[in-house]
């Protein structure tokens, strides 16, 4: 049979892994759930299993690499997590060489923001372009920068923050220690909170958009907010990266309809960048399965990132 | 004789032009004044003279190629400059084709800014690294971004508009069409606004700059309001790029003691990225000759972005 990668994605409750051929094409897909109150070593067991079955399901010899992509920052030349604000518990466990190790295999290991951007422009919205920023909307904002057609990581694998670029200078306070950051006014929780404090009640990010729906004034005035929050780090990105493509994904992509408006003219006033040029914005195309297939890209890629230079 | 480069930074109203071999040693410059209003061919002559002169002088033999850096946007494929607020004369004009049939050489072409982060990245303060911002503070702000030793040029060769960069949303109303942009805020220019604003009288950069070296706290808060600006940028691009160095130059550098205090302050409150990790920001080391320099590196560079791909 014909070359297959393995990629995987570690979530917060669960995990899935997928063998992946050359072009993108899905082989086969495990889903799995994972505790990580039983700490890193678990975790990593849990993970190489599914790895495992896969490999066994599919034959050793066919296997091109393992690509993992986690939460929170890796320091790539050691494999290493860093501050993840999530999976606390595995901050600073040795995941690349645990895993190798246990699997006797290669294994690159990312974040899982950048293994999203990577998924979308492989086979996803970004296919036809080398360069474009991922904006994901959750819990927090996560962002992922291809550049060239590689992973813009920084010096310290620390690149992307889009969650963090300060949209309102003295706006709501962020764990980070900054006021204003754009994940305090755009994410799915900041939806909800937004919500809440204009009156809405207990409110999800679900909810605000079923009464933005509806007509409900306060709830369409916090989608004005979110959506002018985020045209505001898109001008900054596109005066920066002067990138053809900018995706969105996460949760609130089914209000898009609602957000985008005020997105796009925030970003149409703040970037003349973008009206000078033919810049797209658009929904991701990959959803929650980007990450898994930029993890399994990872293996056939010709980046040197991943291993410690000498 | 050794083989070497030869780069030309033309300005509003004057060009210089070196000779520089491939490490970076000034063989000779000249020095020029050239007049916009004349046209642009009469400005293309002007630059092909200064050119043709040093040829002439160290020999078409040994020459390895000219690069140009001229202020604006630069279509990289096509040599035509876009879009320069300062040379409107020049818009349009097909500057690297015209001076390539005058001379009968290769020229590669690019902007000013950009010429002047490749300077500061071959021979000046950003030597040791491959990855850096470098901001220019003048009538505007300028910026460059050097990633994986290569100038980020976006695919319009519009990256790097780090003057445009919103920091204060309801700000100063810039000529790109947005309000609070950093250059309103932080250029020479911002600076003398802000002091006159603040009634200061009509000042110069450079005399706000004294009246806060003297202790005048209306100076004092002039720099307070620009090194937060810039603060609030470089917290922004440390979190995009997480690159290990940042650099600042231009007029007002003089004030760093003042506005470098609020600056960092801002910078350090904004970034976690910044706090987690070894970033430098730090002065330029070539001044107004980093164009120059940039500008006779791009010959012994490998990029191909400067030739139109078929």
Redesign the interface.
């Known amino acids: 049979m014909s070359e297959y990668s393995i990629g995987l994605d570690l979530g917060g409750t669960n995990l899935r892994a997928a063998a992946v051929d050359a072009k993108g094409k899905m082989l086969q897909k495990i889903w799995a759930t994972t505790d990580l109150s039983r700490g890193p070593e678990a975790v990593m067991e849990d993970m190489a299993k599914a790895i495992d079955a896969l490999r066994h399901s599919l034959g050793s010899q066919s296997l091109h690499g393992i690509g993992v992509a986690v939460p929170g920052f890796i320091r790539l030349k050691e494999g290493v997590i860093m ?1 993840s604000n999530n999976l606390a518990v595995l901050e600073g466990f040795p995941m690349r060489d645990a895993l190798q190790t246990r699997l006797d295999a290669p294994v690159i290991l990312e974040n899982d923001a950048n293994a999203a951007a990577m998924g979308e422009k492989w086979i996803g919205a970004g296919r036809d ?1 080398d ?1 474009l920023v991922l904006v994901t909307l959750g819990t927090g904002i996560g ?1 992922g ?1 291809i ?2 057609g590689r992973i ?11 969650g ?6 003295n706006g709501n306070p962020c764990g ?3 006021h204003g950051c754009l994940e305090k006014h755009a994410s799915a929780t900041a939806i909800a909170g937004l919500g809440r404090m204009i009156g809405l009640g207990d409110v999800t990010s679900e909810e605000v958009y079923e009464l933005a729906k509806k007509g409900d004034t306060r709830a369409l005035a916090v989608f004005e907010h979110m959506g002018r929050a985020l045209g ?1 780090a898109l ?3 596109v ?6 493509l900018y995706l969105i994904s996460g949760g609130p992509i089914p209000a898009w309809d609602v957000f985008s408006i005020p997105m796009m003219a925030e970003l149409k ?5 973008y ?3 033919k810049t797209v914005v658009a929904k991701a195309e990959l959803g929650n399965e980007a990450g898994l297939y930029g993890a399994a890209y990872l293996p056939w890629s010709t980046e040197t990132n991943y291993v410690a230079r000498g």
Chains 1, 2 share one sequence.
């Open positions: 501050g372009v360069d962002g920068i550049s060239g813009l990581h920084g010096f310290l694998g620390m690149a992307g923050e889009i963090h670029i300060t949209v309102v200078p980070c220690g900054n505001m001008a900054v990105l005066n920066i990266f002067n990138f053809p006033q703040r970037s003349f960048t009206r000078a040029s």
